[in-house]
T-cell receptor
Framework: SQKIEQNSEALNIQEGKTATLTCNYT??????LQWYRQDPGRGPVFLLL?????KEKRKERLKVTFDTTLKQSLFHITASQPADSATYLC???????????FGGGTRLMVKP | EAQVTQNPRYLITVTGKKLTVTCSQN?????MSWYRQDPGLGLRQIYY???????DKGDVPEGYKVSRKEKRNFPLILESPSPNQTSLYFC?????????????FGPGTRLLVL
Protein backbone atom coordinates (compact mmCIF):
# COMPACT_ATOMS: atom_id res chain seq x y z
CA SER A 1 0.00 0.00 0.00
CA GLN A 2 1.05 3.59 -0.48
CA LYS A 3 2.59 5.26 2.55
CA ILE A 4 4.04 8.63 3.39
CA GLU A 5 6.07 8.67 6.60
CA GLN A 6 7.30 11.59 8.61
CA ASN A 7 8.91 11.49 12.02
CA SER A 8 6.05 11.73 14.46
CA GLU A 9 8.32 12.82 17.29
CA ALA A 10 8.70 16.55 17.75
CA LEU A 11 11.97 18.09 16.67
CA ASN A 12 13.38 20.54 19.21
CA ILE A 13 16.19 22.83 18.13
CA GLN A 14 17.84 26.01 19.27
CA GLU A 15 17.20 29.30 17.52
CA GLY A 16 19.70 29.95 14.75
CA LYS A 17 20.33 26.28 14.00
CA THR A 18 19.23 24.42 10.88
CA ALA A 19 16.17 22.19 11.19
CA THR A 20 16.00 19.14 8.94
CA LEU A 21 12.75 17.23 8.51
CA THR A 22 12.37 13.97 6.62
CA CYS A 23 9.61 12.62 4.39
CA ASN A 24 9.82 9.02 3.17
CA TYR A 25 7.35 7.39 0.82
CA THR A 26 6.65 3.91 -0.52
CA UNK A 27 4.71 2.71 -3.55
CA UNK A 28 4.41 6.18 -5.03
CA UNK A 29 5.87 7.35 -8.31
CA UNK A 30 5.52 11.07 -7.71
CA UNK A 31 6.32 13.65 -10.29
CA UNK A 32 5.91 16.34 -7.64
CA LEU A 33 6.22 16.60 -3.89
CA GLN A 34 4.79 19.42 -1.79
CA TRP A 35 5.54 20.78 1.67
CA TYR A 36 3.03 22.60 3.84
CA ARG A 37 3.14 24.34 7.20
CA GLN A 38 0.33 23.98 9.72
CA ASP A 39 -0.17 26.00 12.89
CA PRO A 40 -2.37 24.58 15.68
CA GLY A 41 -6.07 24.66 14.79
CA ARG A 42 -5.45 26.24 11.39
CA GLY A 43 -5.41 24.98 7.83
CA PRO A 44 -2.15 23.97 6.17
CA VAL A 45 -0.35 26.61 4.15
CA PHE A 46 1.64 25.74 1.04
CA LEU A 47 5.39 26.33 1.24
CA LEU A 48 7.24 24.65 -1.61
CA LEU A 49 6.79 22.26 -4.50
CA UNK A 50 9.63 20.25 -6.00
CA UNK A 51 9.58 18.31 -9.26
CA UNK A 52 11.09 14.85 -9.72
CA UNK A 53 13.79 16.21 -12.03
CA UNK A 54 14.80 18.88 -9.48
CA LYS A 55 17.31 17.74 -6.91
CA GLU A 56 16.92 20.82 -4.76
CA LYS A 57 14.72 23.87 -4.44
CA ARG A 58 15.15 26.96 -2.29
CA LYS A 59 12.92 29.73 -1.06
CA GLU A 60 14.44 32.25 1.33
CA ARG A 61 15.53 30.19 4.39
CA LEU A 62 13.82 27.04 3.16
CA LYS A 63 15.43 24.28 1.14
CA VAL A 64 13.87 21.07 -0.12
CA THR A 65 15.61 18.09 -1.67
CA PHE A 66 13.96 15.24 -3.55
CA ASP A 67 15.68 11.90 -4.07
CA THR A 68 13.44 9.59 -6.11
CA THR A 69 15.95 6.74 -5.77
CA LEU A 70 15.86 6.86 -1.98
CA LYS A 71 12.17 7.81 -2.11
CA GLN A 72 12.84 10.63 0.29
CA SER A 73 12.52 14.37 0.60
CA LEU A 74 14.38 16.51 3.12
CA PHE A 75 13.08 19.88 4.26
CA HIS A 76 15.58 22.31 5.76
CA ILE A 77 15.00 25.59 7.58
CA THR A 78 18.24 27.51 8.04
CA ALA A 79 18.77 30.15 10.74
CA SER A 80 15.62 28.90 12.45
CA GLN A 81 13.47 31.27 14.50
CA PRO A 82 10.84 30.66 17.19
CA ALA A 83 8.25 31.81 14.62
CA ASP A 84 9.15 28.73 12.56
CA SER A 85 7.63 26.53 15.27
CA ALA A 86 4.79 24.62 13.61
CA THR A 87 3.95 21.24 12.12
CA TYR A 88 5.36 20.58 8.67
CA LEU A 89 3.59 18.23 6.29
CA CYS A 90 4.76 16.65 3.08
CA UNK A 91 2.21 15.67 0.46
CA UNK A 92 2.09 13.58 -2.69
CA UNK A 93 -0.49 12.86 -5.31
CA UNK A 94 -1.46 9.21 -5.74
CA UNK A 95 -0.33 7.41 -8.87
CA UNK A 96 -3.65 8.15 -10.58
CA UNK A 97 -2.91 11.82 -10.03
CA UNK A 98 -6.29 12.74 -8.62
CA UNK A 99 -5.88 12.67 -4.85
CA UNK A 100 -3.40 14.48 -2.63
CA UNK A 101 -2.25 12.51 0.41
CA PHE A 102 -0.43 14.01 3.36
CA GLY A 103 2.14 12.56 5.70
CA GLY A 104 1.43 12.69 9.40
CA GLY A 105 3.61 15.76 9.85
CA THR A 106 6.54 16.59 12.09
CA ARG A 107 6.21 19.19 14.80
CA LEU A 108 9.12 21.60 14.98
CA MET A 109 9.82 23.57 18.15
CA VAL A 110 12.46 26.31 17.93
CA LYS A 111 13.61 27.52 21.33
CA PRO A 112 15.00 31.03 21.87
CA GLU B 1 -8.92 38.75 -0.78
CA ALA B 2 -8.47 35.27 -2.25
CA GLN B 3 -9.70 32.76 0.27
CA VAL B 4 -11.53 29.60 1.17
CA THR B 5 -14.26 30.07 3.76
CA GLN B 6 -16.00 27.46 5.85
CA ASN B 7 -19.07 27.70 8.05
CA PRO B 8 -19.65 27.07 10.81
CA ARG B 9 -16.24 27.18 12.44
CA TYR B 10 -17.41 25.28 15.49
CA LEU B 11 -20.36 22.94 15.80
CA ILE B 12 -21.71 20.74 18.58
CA THR B 13 -24.49 18.39 17.58
CA VAL B 14 -26.11 15.13 18.60
CA THR B 15 -26.02 11.72 16.99
CA GLY B 16 -28.32 11.42 13.99
CA LYS B 17 -29.08 15.10 13.44
CA LYS B 18 -28.28 15.97 9.84
CA LEU B 19 -25.83 18.80 9.33
CA THR B 20 -24.11 20.62 6.51
CA VAL B 21 -20.74 22.35 6.56
CA THR B 22 -20.41 24.90 3.80
CA CYS B 23 -17.26 25.65 1.84
CA SER B 24 -16.82 28.48 -0.62
CA GLN B 25 -13.85 29.76 -2.61
CA ASN B 26 -13.51 33.01 -4.55
CA UNK B 27 -10.54 32.04 -6.73
CA UNK B 28 -12.45 30.38 -9.58
CA UNK B 29 -10.76 27.09 -8.72
CA UNK B 30 -11.88 23.91 -10.44
CA UNK B 31 -10.66 21.41 -7.84
CA MET B 32 -12.11 21.27 -4.34
CA SER B 33 -11.81 18.71 -1.58
CA TRP B 34 -12.64 17.90 2.02
CA TYR B 35 -10.27 16.52 4.64
CA ARG B 36 -10.65 15.48 8.20
CA GLN B 37 -7.80 15.66 10.69
CA ASP B 38 -7.56 13.49 13.76
CA PRO B 39 -4.73 13.13 16.30
CA GLY B 40 -2.36 10.37 15.25
CA LEU B 41 -4.09 9.89 11.90
CA GLY B 42 -3.19 13.13 10.17
CA LEU B 43 -5.11 14.65 7.30
CA ARG B 44 -7.29 12.23 5.37
CA GLN B 45 -9.23 13.10 2.26
CA ILE B 46 -12.99 12.51 2.39
CA TYR B 47 -14.20 13.59 -1.05
CA TYR B 48 -12.91 15.64 -3.91
CA UNK B 49 -14.36 17.34 -6.96
CA UNK B 50 -12.55 17.98 -10.21
CA UNK B 51 -15.26 20.34 -11.46
CA UNK B 52 -18.97 21.14 -11.29
CA UNK B 53 -21.08 17.98 -11.03
CA UNK B 54 -17.91 15.82 -10.81
CA UNK B 55 -17.20 14.33 -7.40
CA ASP B 56 -15.33 11.27 -6.22
CA LYS B 57 -14.48 9.45 -3.03
CA GLY B 58 -11.30 9.99 -1.13
CA ASP B 59 -9.82 7.73 1.52
CA VAL B 60 -12.59 8.00 4.13
CA PRO B 61 -15.95 8.76 2.45
CA GLU B 62 -18.22 6.61 4.65
CA GLY B 63 -20.91 8.64 6.39
CA TYR B 64 -20.41 11.74 4.23
CA LYS B 65 -21.97 13.22 1.13
CA VAL B 66 -20.95 16.13 -1.06
CA SER B 67 -22.35 18.06 -3.97
CA ARG B 68 -20.85 20.47 -6.48
CA LYS B 69 -23.62 22.37 -8.16
CA GLU B 70 -21.65 25.58 -8.50
CA LYS B 71 -17.96 26.07 -9.06
CA ARG B 72 -17.41 28.12 -5.92
CA ASN B 73 -19.28 25.94 -3.40
CA PHE B 74 -18.61 22.44 -2.12
CA PRO B 75 -20.75 21.58 0.92
CA LEU B 76 -20.07 18.57 3.13
CA ILE B 77 -23.18 16.79 4.35
CA LEU B 78 -23.43 14.43 7.29
CA GLU B 79 -26.83 12.76 6.95
CA SER B 80 -26.69 10.97 10.29
CA PRO B 81 -23.64 12.07 12.28
CA SER B 82 -22.05 9.67 14.74
CA PRO B 83 -19.49 10.31 17.51
CA ASN B 84 -16.68 8.87 15.37
CA GLN B 85 -17.17 11.81 13.02
CA THR B 86 -16.02 14.18 15.75
CA SER B 87 -13.03 15.79 14.09
CA LEU B 88 -11.45 18.91 12.60
CA TYR B 89 -12.57 19.37 9.01
CA PHE B 90 -10.81 21.32 6.29
CA CYS B 91 -11.98 22.33 2.86
CA UNK B 92 -9.35 22.99 0.21
CA UNK B 93 -9.27 24.19 -3.37
CA UNK B 94 -6.78 24.45 -6.21
CA UNK B 95 -6.81 25.90 -9.70
CA UNK B 96 -6.89 22.45 -11.27
CA UNK B 97 -6.46 18.86 -10.21
CA UNK B 98 -2.85 18.49 -11.30
CA UNK B 99 -0.14 17.20 -9.01
CA UNK B 100 1.70 20.52 -9.32
CA UNK B 101 -1.23 22.51 -8.00
CA UNK B 102 -1.04 24.39 -4.72
CA UNK B 103 -3.85 23.58 -2.33
CA UNK B 104 -5.50 26.49 -0.50
CA PHE B 105 -7.10 25.47 2.77
CA GLY B 106 -9.97 26.95 4.67
CA PRO B 107 -9.75 27.82 8.38
CA GLY B 108 -11.29 24.56 9.54
CA THR B 109 -14.53 23.44 11.20
CA ARG B 110 -14.32 21.76 14.56
CA LEU B 111 -17.18 19.30 14.95
CA LEU B 112 -18.24 17.52 18.12
CA VAL B 113 -20.91 14.84 17.83
CA LEU B 114 -22.42 13.79 21.16
Amino acid sequence: SQKIEQNSEALNIQEGKTATLTCNYTNYSPAYLQWYRQDPGRGPVFLLLIRENEKEKRKERLKVTFDTTLKQSLFHITASQPADSATYLCALYNNAGNMLTFGGGTRLMVKP
Amino acid sequence: EAQVTQNPRYLITVTGKKLTVTCSQNMNHEYMSWYRQDPGLGLRQIYYSMNVEVTDKGDVPEGYKVSRKEKRNFPLILESPSPNQTSLYFCASSLGGGAWETQYFGPGTRLLVL
